[in-house]
């Protein structure tokens, strides 16, 4: 009778464990992305305008951190304040008056830098309408599989940013760029943040699905700064972004930190302005959802019982009948073409005069037939 309740106590624990393995599981598989990508934004110049090129970098280096590479970041710096004659620490940009970390750093790569940061550019990166001749570093390459966040700040009112001081996009344009990316599955999720004054004011047109969106600031309000310098004689970040990166600090790639903690970053009383998010878009509840779903790049990974030879030749499926047998047939890898030896005679035949006698004793050599 023992034996029989010590087994059934053991079955049970056996089934609940199984359970909760599953449910690990989902969580673990719950977003559905394979690639995460990033695109970060400075709208402003002019070297007052010194902490919204901080706030950017800031990010940057957190992205980065947690393992997004600079081939799946667009950064779009409108001013280099790195390199502004009125900075007293050339080739640097710090986001703490302690300046302890310079998050210029030594490995930034700005795609978009100076008067390319336009409206312009910015919605045809989201949409990809690019030119042709536009290289890779410059693209948005997303997919229905992407998870993309989109950081935005500068100077900005009731229902639009602007850029350069010179133009502005509107929040009805900035929802149908996200509509566009939806309608040409170029993400799977989206997360949105902007600092920037009325900030909440951006994401109020937004129609499209699987859309999550934070702001500094509501409607009416200010984003105010922060970490005033004397030395550089601005101030270094805003609030919000400053919040935001000391929460991010806390983060790494294993971490189960989700996105209704970073709701709670910088409340009133830090910030003075009113941080805002709306979620009623996104699909998923946003407790499910882990903060490196969007920050992060940690790739899935697909556990299997089966046992899988890396190093034999690898088999044909397919089977061919000969003689009325069936053969399985064997391949392996073949040597690779010496490339460099075929550039060095070449580069001999040249330089002695005779190219056409010398390409046939290149391929010759090489055991291929040249031309009839």
């Known amino acids: 009778m023992k034996i029989l309740n010590f087994l059934s106590l053991f079955s049970t624990y056996l089934l609940a464990e199984s359970l909760n393995i599953e449910d690990n599981a989902g969580q673990f598989f719950s977003s559905g992305h394979t690639n995460n990508w990033a695109v970060l934004v400075c ?18 280096r957190s992205v ?9 970041i667009v950064l779009m710096l409108a001013d280099d304040m790195a390199c502004n004659h009125r900075n007293p620490k050339p080739a640097t940009v710090f986001s703490h008056k302690n300046m302890e970390l310079n998050v210029y750093g030594d490995d930034v790569e700005v795609d978009y830098r100076g008067y390319e940061v336009t409206v312009e550019n910015f919605l045809r990166v989201l949409t990809g309408r690019l030119p042709p001749s536009t290289p890779r570093s410059k693209r948005l390459l997303s997919d229905d599989r992407s998870n993309i966040l989109i950081y935005l700040t500068g100077h900005g009112g009731n229902g639009f940013l602007k850029f350069q001081d010179s133009e502005e996009i509107s929040n009805v ?6 509509e566009q990316m939806w309608q040409k599955r170029r993400y799977n999720e989206l997360l ?37 310098d ?49 979620t009623d878009l996104f699909l998923r509840d946003p407790g499910s959802v882990l903060i490196t779903d969007f920050f992060g790049s940690v790739r899935k990974v697909e556990i299997t019982m089966e046992t899988i030879n890396l190093t034999n030749p690898i ?16 391949h392996s890898y073949a040597d690779q073409l010496p490339v460099s030896e075929i550039i060095h005679q070449m580069s001999l035949c040249r330089f002695h005069g005779d190219n056409s006698k010398c390409e046939m004793q290149v391929l010759s050599g090489l055991g291929v037939e040249g031309p009839p």
Not at 64 to 72: A, E, F, N, T
Request: charged content about 20%; aromatic content about 12%.
């Open 43 to 60: 709208t402003s110049r002019f070297w007052f305008n010194y902490r919204h090129v901080a706030n950017t970098l800031s990010v940057y």
């Open 64 to 72: 980065k951190r947690l393992g997004i590479p600079d081939s799946h």
């Open 173 to 178: 344009e900035l929802a149908d760029a996200f």
């Open 192 to 228: 949105f943040i902007i600092d920037t004054c009325q900030g909440a004011s951006m994401y109020e047109r937004f129609y499209s699905p699987n859309l999550m969106a934070l702001a500094s600031s509501q409607v009416g309000e200010d984003s105010l700064s922060h970490q005033p």
């Open 230 to 278: 004397l030395a550089i004689g601005v101030h270094l970040m805003d609030r919000y972004t400053f919040y935001l990166l000391e929460f991010l600090e806390d983060i790494h790639p294993a971490s189960k930190t989700n996105m209704n903690d970073l709701f709670k970053v910088c409340p009133k009383s830090q910030c003075v302005s009113t941080p805002g998010h709306r």
């Open 315 to 330: 088999e044909q499926l397919e089977e061919n009948a000969v003689n009325g047998e069936l053969q399985k047939e064997m």
